[in-house]
């Protein structure tokens, strides 16, 4: 597997932050192959509490998205899942986010790497203060099915110059399909963990979509 070498003597803590509806085995493949790649010593899934790019859309309750993120991430020890975002009230938004953990006093010789995938970093002019962002974080963009890397060139000079890009094993798995499969009553096994689909199952999610 890739592996980046970087000089900070700094801890280095990874962000993942989605809204996790449902969480899945490419979301838990990148948050393990940037751990890898950057040494870092954790990596914390920050479920989103109310999306501002998903307004209008019927999303989960953050309660479900939560429960699925620890149910996913339980058994890894160097993942964890943070309430920080589900709650707070208002809509999420990353620089927020980053503000207020890096005012934590147990992350204050922390160097944060933010991890998303190369669709979200295409969109990345239509966050709140991009520019910021980029100052606080590493931020990590991980190839994604179906989204050409060469995509990055439509981003201005300031911002891509300053995104890590990171290849790992590509999977053709997104929330929104597997939504969709759990609508037609199709099987989503080995697509997410089994704690997972056990989960949406007892909670009959997303089958009034």
């Not at 899942?81 to 890096?102: F, P």
């Not at 974080?137 to 000079?157: D, N, Q, T, W």
């Not at 997104?174 to 199952?201: A, Q």
């Amino acid at each position: 597997r890739q592996k980046i070498m970087t000089n900070s003597c700094q801890r280095r803590i990874g962000i993942m932050g989605g809204t996790f509806d449902p969480i899945h085995y490419g979301h838990l493949r990148a948050a393990d192959e940037a751990h890898a790649a950057f040494g870092l010593s954790e990596v914390i899934f920050v479920p989103t509490g109310q999306p501002p790019h998903k307004a209008g859309e019927k999303v989960s309750s953050s309660g479900d998205r939560y429960m699925m993120t620890v149910l996913a991430t339980v058994d890894c020890p160097y993942f964890s899942v943070s309430r920080i975002e589900i709650d707070k009230t208002g809509k999420s938004y990353t620089i927020d986010t980053l503000r207020q953990l890096k005012a934590m006093p147990e992350y204050h010789d922390t160097e944060f790497y933010f991890i998303t995938g190369l669709d979200a970093v295409l969109d990345i002019v239509s966050w709140k203060n991009p520019e910021e962002i980029m100052s606080m974080c590493k931020f990590v963009a991980v190839s994604r099915y179906g989204y050409a890397r060469s995509r990055m060139e439509e981003l201005p000079e300031d911002l891509r110059s300053a995104i890590i890009s990171l290849e790992i094993p590509l999977l053709a798995i997104s929330s929104t399909g597997l939504r969709e499969r759990v609508r037609r009553d199709r099987s989503i096994r080995f697509l997410v963990p089994p704690s997972v689909e056990h989960y949406i199952r007892k909670k009959s999610l997303y089958r009034d979509i």
